[in-house]
């Protein structure tokens, strides 16, 4: 019974066992399962799997392979030792065995682990190289070496001398098994001739020993001892000596020199080959004056590399002698005379650098300063700027202003900041809506190609009850679009919306947001169950809410099983229990369009900020992705720091549909290898461009980070003559400007303006320049972004023969105005706070405008508006409240071609409420605001705006009456 007992419990241990061991893999493996079902909802399986694809076809033929050389290893150690050493002990041979296995494959996993785990990517980049077609200038390899297989090649031999490490613990290991197994016989017995005195065995002699038996068989003693007895004094054999066996010891030092050789040639070679990759390091390096290998570097530091190269084979050939004929010491003559012509090379170095280059740098380095110019315009696309004259003659008519109306009704008198709070103020709806950012784009506007701005209303998280049905079930999507044109304002100097309000209610003709749902955003951070038994809420209509289901695609259905593992990954209860979730629910994660992008590709660089697009009716979310690189040779990093990015290339655009979720990859630059040889490695999840619907090419822009990156490296490597170069005698700066009330670095601004020598007006960024240290302008660097002109750099090079005002110099001079002045010391003492935007410089015909808007803003309003607007040309300043009173001013009646847009007039060109649709309140709105402006334009004796606003007044006073 009791066996019966036992042997039930045993049975119920196992049992017990088992089920725990399956639970703890599931448990282990539930993110990576969750994770294979998100990527196969999303149709990248593929990429999901390439990593485990990888890791297993390479790392099982490196487990095999390295585990049956160390079992051979392992099994020549023990051949030899128990071919050398004796031993009187019997060794169980197949436990032995085993251990040896066991040995072997813990390495060979472990070593493939190691390995595959670290290098997986780099291998597959090795393997899909795609060539550059470029060599570099001293070892004459293509580019993609030093990209895709140099830093592969340098952790690899990183972690082969590793291994080598691990060989010698391993080594060391088995050794001591084989000495627990098989003790070797270090001594032996020896028989002794000289025999003591000692009783006969036969006879008992209990009374002791004859004490005086030491002294000899015939002594005196001997006689008295055998009297008092009886008992004859017998010699006794002297015990055996136990002496040292030197022949088993000498066995195992030469098992153990035998180990040594192998394992010290493998490590200098190791060695030697560190020392042979080094050598393309110097490609990266910066000594004196170049970026990349200099006059020392190729004349010194090179030579010493590859002398220690031939040491290291040198020392790996005296191993095997030295060891052989037991000459231990000299073995370290080698690594001795390595580190002294490693001291000797950097000491060298330092001389030849300090005392024969720096004296004469200009002409030593000379030949390099011309491959580090080259290179590195190469490797930030500046190889090809276009280098146009301007002449800036301030030669502008009116009839000029006139012709350039496209590129004068798009200059952006809004800013991001206001605009951003005004839509926040009057466009959130609801205090838990939130515009995250606006972003810059450009639509077709009732016939007109138009600069915009737009942002996605979406859900605020932390203005909802914290519960977790509205958390996941209830608020699970934000809804509809603002979009606002860059230039137009209404009377009281806001932004005046095109696209506004809760269903989306649009101005515009070619714009319509027929799926508003914004289920995939910037801050859409949560998951989300749709096709519950809870409605979700879609918008607020007036006193009630709207409700819907989802309709899309995106989710994962939540089965029993998923429905646990997914209660594990998101460490929530609620998710198993919830009746609300039914069998045809679905979860959605990784809403964040950020987070969804990085999940899918982690090995691309991206645009920080996504921007929204309104195409075929739906919300996308466009997001600008880099290929970078740090090993590009002589190519100077644009942080200035050793070792950062000194390669960059815009050549992938990604697209997430707001509503569905889906992303889709597409390469735009298909002359990047580095995004030629990720299409290789990715088949499935790069599209070429000609995939992309027109409706989204339409709106792709050449991003701001990238050319602001460019523009830094362009302000110094635009010179490409060694000498002017070398002496920096005509380095540049970005302009800076007064933003706000401080003075900081231009960034780079969007507009749609007419560029010199085109036909039509067209989307670009742009950075002025000026000469180091100072503040006139020299240059006007731009960055073309429509059709078959996308990625074109042009720079606008202006005379040096006259001087161009720079921003800070018409920044000075509205400082000086003392209208402006006044006004802004006005403002200030009374409680309000007034910013001025960004500085616009504006190239029209063959001359400079210059634009820049004043945003005032109360303390007890959050809303700012446009108070003013700035136009400076020539030595000229015009300080108005419109643009177009600001050209009037400059240039002449008439020039301004649009006035403000006038939510309370009958104009509605720019999107204003026409008198038919204008309600009670807005007349009487109207009729407020003009009475105020009237009575300001009577103060400043503008009898002009007088009689407008009084006509105005009239008019709303009619509509009361």
């Known amino acids: 019974m ?121 291998i597959l980049q090795f393997a899909n190289a795609t060539g550059f077609d470029i060599k570099d200038p001293l070892f004459h390899i293509d580019i993609s070496f030093y990209i895709f297989q140099l830093n592969f090649l340098k952790q690899l031999n990183e972690m082969f001398i590793g291994m080598v490490l ?40 209990d009374g002791g020993d004859n004490p005086f038996s030491g002294m000899g068989g015939n002594s005196p003693f001997d006689k008295i001892f055998e009297a008092f007895t009886g008992k004859k004094a017998q010699p006794r054999a002297a015990k055996p000596k136990k002496q040292f066996d030197d022949n088993n010891f000498k066995q195992l030092l030469h098992i153990a020199s035998g180990q040594l050789t192998f394992l010290g040639v493998v490590f200098f070679l190791m060695v030697g080959i ?80 300090n005392f024969i280059v720096s004296p004469d740098e200009i002409n030593k380095e000379s030949k390099y300063l011309e491959r580090n110019i080259e290179y590195t315009q190469y490797a930030y696309q500046l ?233 075929d009716g739906k919300v996308y979310w466009m997001l600008d992705a880099y290929t970078t690189s740090s090993y590009y040779p002589y190519s100077e990093p644009y942080s200035g720091k050793n070792g950062d990015i000194n390669y960059i290339r815009n050549s992938v655009k990604v697209v997430i549909d707001a509503y569905n979720g889906d992303v889709n990859f597409y390469i735009v630059d298909d002359t990047d290898p580095i995004a030629k040889t990720f299409q290789k490695i990715y088949p499935a999840l790069f599209k070429d461009l000609n995939e992309m619907p027109e409706s989204l090419v339409a709106h792709i822009r050449y991003p701001n980070t990238l050319f602001a990156i460019q523009a830094g490296v362009y302000s110094r490597y635009h010179m490409e003559d060694v000498k002017v170069f070398y002496q920096n005698e005509d380095v540049w700066d970005i302009a800076d400007e007064i933003y706000g009330q401080d003075q900081q670095k231009m960034s780079p601004n969007y507009y749609i303006a007419k560029l010199p020598g085109e036909n039509s007006a067209e ?87 210059y634009l820049e808007p004043v945003y005032l803003e109360a303390e007890n309003s959050a809303i700012p508006e446009v108070k003013r607007v700035i136009v400076a040309y020539d030595d000229k300043i015009a300080y108005e409240e419109t643009l177009a009173e600001a050209l009037e001013a400059l240039f002449g009646e008439g020039t301004g071609t649009k006035a403000p847009v006038d939510n309370n007039g009958d104009d509605n060109q720019n999107g204003g409420q026409s008198s038919s649709e204008k309600t009670t309140a807005d007349w009487i709105k109207q009729a407020s605001e003009s009475y105020d402006k009237a009575q300001d334009a009577l103060k400043n004796g503008d009898w002009a705006k007088y009689g407008e606003y009084m006509k105005s007044l009239e008019e709303a006073l009619n509509k009361l009456a």
């Open 763 to 849: 989307f670009f960024n742009s950075l002025p320049f000026t000469p180091k240290s100072k503040q006139n302008m020299t240059a006007l660097m731009v960055a073309r972004n429509d059709g078959e002109h996308y990625g074109e750099l042009v720079l606008y090079s202006f005379p040096k023969s006259k001087t161009v005002y720079g921003p800070m110099q018409i920044e000075a001079q509205i400082n000086q105005n003392p209208e402006i002045s006044s006004d802004f010391t006005l403002w200030s003492s009374r409680g309000t706070t007034y910013k001025r935007g960004n500085l616009f410089v504006i190239p029209i015909e063959s001359s400079l405008l």
């Open 166 to 205: 691990l060989i010698i613990v391993v080594t060391v290991i088995y050794y001591s098994i084989l000495l627990s197994v098989h003790t070797p016989d270090m001594f032996k017995e020896e028989e002794t001739p000289q025999q003591e005195p000692e009783f006969d065995s036969e006879e008992r002699y």
């Open 383 to 615: 190889d090809n700027v276009s280098v146009k004259s301007f002449d800036a003659d301030n030669s502008l008519t009116s009839e000029d202003i006139a012709g350039n109306s496209e590129t004068i009704e798009n200059i952006r008198i809004n800013d991001y900041e206001p605009v951003n709070t005004f839509y926040n103020q009057t466009q959130s709806i609801r205090q838990y809506y939130k515009f995250n950012d606006v972003d810059v784009d450009r639509y077709m506007v009732n016939g007109e190609y138009t600069q915009t701005y737009l942002s996605t209303r979406e859900i605020d998280k932390e203005k909802i009850q914290d519960t977790w049905l509205n958390r996941h079930l209830k608020y699970t999507h934000g809804y509809g679009i603002a979009l606002s044109r860059v230039d137009a304002v209404t009377q009281s100097g806001q932004p005046d919306v095109l696209i506004k309000n809760i269903p989306p209610q649009s101005s515009i003709e070619e714009i319509s947001v027929e799926r508003p749902e914004i289920y995939f955003g910037e801050m859409t951070n949560d998951y989300i169950l749709v096709n519950t038994s809870e409605e979700e809420f879609d918008y607020p209509d007036g006193s009630a809410n709207q409700y819907n289901k989802y309709e899309g695609e995106a989710g994962i259905k939540l089965n029993m099983l998923n429905r646990v593992m997914f209660a594990i990954k998101e460490q929530s209860m609620k998710l198993l229990v919830s009746s609300n979730i039914k069998s045809d629910s679905r979860i959605i994660i990784n809403r964040n369009v950020m987070d969804r992008v990085r999940k899918i590709m982690p090995y691309l660089s991206y645009e920080e900020d996504p921007y929204a697009v309104i195409a």
């Open 2 to 122: 009791n066996k019966k007992n036992a042997k039930g419990q045993r049975r119920l241990s196992v049992i017990i066992m088992f089920i725990v061991i399956i639970l703890a893999l599931f448990l282990l493996l539930i993110n990576f399962i969750t994770d294979w079902l998100w990527f196969k909802e999303m149709g990248y399986v593929s990429v999901f799997l390439k990593q485990l694809t990888t890791e297993l076809e390479v790392g099982i033929p490196i487990f095999v392979i390295l585990t049956l050389i160390m079992n051979f290893y392992l099994r020549m150690l023990k051949k030899g030792y128990f071919n050398k050493i004796a031993s009187h002990e019997a060794t169980d041979m197949k436990k032995l065995g085993r251990y040896t296995t066991l040995i072997s494959a813990a390495f060979g996993l472990f070593s493939a682990f190691y390995a595959v785990s670290s290098l997986w990517f780099e």
């Open 274 to 353: 560190n020392f042979f990759l080094k050598q393309f390091d110097l490609l990266h390096t910066h000594t004196g004056a170049v970026y990349g290998a200099g006059f020392t570097d190729v004349n010194i530091t090179l030579w010493v590399y590859r002398a220690l190269c031939v040491l290291a084979v040198l020392g790996a050939i005296t191993v095997i002698i030295h060891i052989k004929k037991k000459q231990f010491r000299k073995i370290f003559t080698i690594p001795v005379i390595m580190i002294l012509i490693g001291a000797l090379g950097t000491g060298a170095s330092y001389l030849v650098q």
